[in-house]
T-cell receptor, first 113, second 113 residues
Framework: AQSVTQPDIHITVSEGASLELRCNYS??????LFWYVQSPGQGLQLLLK??????LVQGIKGFEAEFKRSQSSFNLRKPSVHWSDAAEYFC???????????FGQGTRLTINP | AAGVIQSPRHLIKEKRETATLKCYPI?????VYWYQQGPGQDPQFLIS???????DKGSIPDRFSAQQFSDYHSELNMSSLELGDSALYFC????????????FGPGTRLTVL
């Protein structure tokens, strides 16, 4: 069965520092991959997605992610974080032949001033 | 741009009561999904509808039912509510299932007392 693993439950970085959030997936075929962000008590906002083509995808708010098939990874990066980036980040995989998204456990990002 | 609308945003019920959650997808979106997010957990897929037909089913309790109407809005009906049903319930919509991006609504926070 397909699964998504986000190894880091909680990450703290200083404002202005670079960020990388890890995501690994388990799925037999080429997956559809997504990163969503959730602020406390809020809904899920799409940051970026990978369906096919260029393995480096750009998203909103200065985020980017790279699909690496050999490592089954889809890590999220940002060169310089802002205090407003503090939130919960979810990686998700879309399953072909089904209509659901399978989410990782989420990574909570805290920004130090 | 129009987003997914969910109502109500907050709902408080007693055990054994019933609840109905409503979802209005983005205009022209034909697929609706329901997810449940417990406290501190990742969203779990419940059920989806494509063109008013159930298209996929996840870990949805038998006490829950859902449908999609001719105007594509969807309702999630929950009966015999239990304390464990307290969660954030998200609706998402897309065009043509997982081959397109799922856009999430703000969620309905259900509290069962």
């Amino acid at each position: 069965a397909q699964s998504v693993t986000q190894p880091d439950i909680h990450i703290t970085v200083s404002e202005g520092a670079s960020l990388e959030l890890r995501c690994n997936y388990s799925y037999g075929a080429t997956p559809y991959l997504f990163w969503y962000v959730q602020s406390p008590g809020q809904g899920l906002q799409l940051l970026l997605k990978y369906f096919s083509g260029d393995t480096l995808v750009q998203g909103i708010k200065g985020f980017e992610a790279e699909f690496k098939r050999s490592q089954s990874s889809f890590n999220l990066r940002k060169p310089s974080v802002h205090w407003s980036d503090a939130a919960e980040y979810f990686c998700a995989v879309g399953v072909q032949g089904a209509q659901k998204l399978v989410f990782g456990q989420g990574t909570r990002l805290t920004i130090n001033p | 741009a129009a987003g997914v609308i969910q109502s109500p945003r907050h709902l408080i019920k007693e055990k054994r009561e019933t609840a109905t959650l409503k979802c209005y997808p983005i205009p022209r979106h034909d697929t609706v999904y329901w997810y449940q997010q417990g406290p501190g957990q990742d969203p779990q897929f419940l059920i989806s509808f494509y063109e008013k037909m159930q298209s996929d089913k996840g870990s949805i309790p038998d006490r829950f039912s859902a449908q999609q109407f001719s105007d594509y809005h969807s309702e999630l009906n929950m009966s015999s509510l239990e304390l464990g049903d307290s969660a954030l319930y998200f609706c998402a919509s897309s065009l043509e299932g997982v081959t397109d991006t799922q856009y999430f609504g703000p969620g309905t926070r259900l509290t069962v007392l």
